[in-house]
């Protein structure tokens, strides 16, 4: 009996040191080093002042922090290696590894792609439209869009912006007829719309808006929000600024990388980069509304800029030239019609829910902040 007991044990002790002598690892964890990190050149099509590129970096940032330094994105700002609207074929070639920008700047390969973007979007902000491209088969449709153009990139839309203003002019506008005549900058579908306003537009990317305003070759413009306008200058060149519009109702911006660079990385790599994609995404948001909401009062306190509400006649007018423009580029583009076409029935579904369950936040701001407000009680 003793002998019995005594073989099974020794036998044990000769496994456990073979094993260990052969590099078995047995409940212990094993560590297996980097085999070097992998480095990611990027461009942006933004300028180094504007939070935009700030956006970019915070997005690369998360990247090589979450992937403890094995992918390394460095950032450049636009016209470092190519022109601002020079960026998505430079990624799809392979100059570059990856980019960041917006959809709309596509607009010349092919209309659809200002869709994501570029007009009232069918009464959804931009948080909804994000949910159509991840859930209502808007992030199948980007795929295709892009092999219609043989482009050689993967896309992940993220970062809702706020509805954008109508511009920044000589003086407000106050009726559809002020557009006639004018040199205007604008992107994607809002070309067609401003054109069809009476508008002559000429679609600078932004680091060139301020210089053009300035030389009289554009007699006003619109870009983004009171931050990125504030950095770029805006209110050198103008004192009127015309808040509200659907020409870029809600808007978002795309993190772009080179296919083949993006499909050789590891599958761990590529979920931490999806992931971050996500969390950029919502802090993005919630920096917009901190930076944006400074500098709207330092325009009005500092740079003396006044505001005006763009006219409900221009913005209806904005609506039935949009559904015109819409109509004939579906009529023309197979892959256009299909786009509008899920984006209204998923705005028709959504909408409706947002319109039922959302209560007005006018009522509680008139409340707290408005004229007839009574100083709150603590």
């Keep these: 009996m003793t002998d019995k007991v005594r073989t099974p044990r020794n036998t044990r002790r000769k496994v456990l040191k073979g094993a260990a002598v052969a590099g078995i690892a047995i409940a212990t964890p094993t560590v297996i080093k980097a085999q070097g990190a992998i480095s990611m050149r990027w461009q942006t099509t933004w300028p ?122 000589k003086k407000p506008i106050a009726k559809v007829d002020d557009f006639k005549g004018l040199k205007f900058r604008t992107v994607g579908i809002s070309i067609d719309v401003f054109q069809s306003m009476g508008a002559a537009v000429n679609a600078l990317p932004a680091d060139e808006i301020i210089a053009a305003m300035d030389r009289g070759l554009l007699d006003a413009a619109e ?6 306008d504030r950095v770029l200058g805006f209110a050198d060149v103008s004192k009127v600024c015309m808040l509200q519009s659907y020409h870029q109702n809600a808007e978002q911006f795309e993190i772009m990388f080179n296919k083949g660079k993006y499909n050789a990385l590891p599958d761990k790599m590529k979920a931490i980069i999806a992931n971050a994609v996500d969390a950029a995404s919502q802090d993005m948001s919630w920096k917009a509304i901190d930076r944006y909401s400074q500098d709207y009062v ?81």
């Design 223 to 228: 870009f983004n929000n009171a931050t990125s």
């Design 48 to 169: 180094s002042k504007d939070i935009f590129h700030e956006y970019a970096l915070d997005y690369a940032k998360k990247v090589n922090d979450m992937t403890g330094g094995d992918l390394k994105v460095e950032v450049l700002p636009a016209g470092a290696v190519v022109p601002a609207f020079g960026l998505l074929e430079a990624v799809s070639k392979g100059r570059l590894d990856g980019g960041h920008g917006v959809l709309a700047d596509h607009y010349g390969k092919q209309a659809a792609f200002a869709l994501w973007g570029s007009g009232p979007s069918y009464a959804m902000d931009a948080n909804m439209l994000l949910a159509w491209h991840r859930y209502g088969g808007g992030k199948e449709l980007l795929e295709k869009l892009y092999a219609s153009i043989g482009a050689n990139v993967v896309s992940f839309p993220y970062g809702p912006m706020p509805t954008q203003p109508l511009g920044w002019y």
């Design 298 to 378: 330092e325009l009005q306190t500092k740079d003396k800029v006044r505001f005006y509400k763009t006219p409900d006649a221009v913005l209806k007018r904005q609506l039935e030239i949009y559904d015109d423009v819409v109509a004939r580029k579906s009529a023309e583009n197979a892959l256009f019609k299909e786009i509008v076409q899920s984006q209204i029935a998923f705005a028709r579904r959504t909408t409706q829910w947002e319109q039922d369950t959302v209560v007005s936040r006018k009522m509680a701001f008139d409340h707290y902040f408005g004229p007839q407000a009574k100083p709150i009680r603590l």
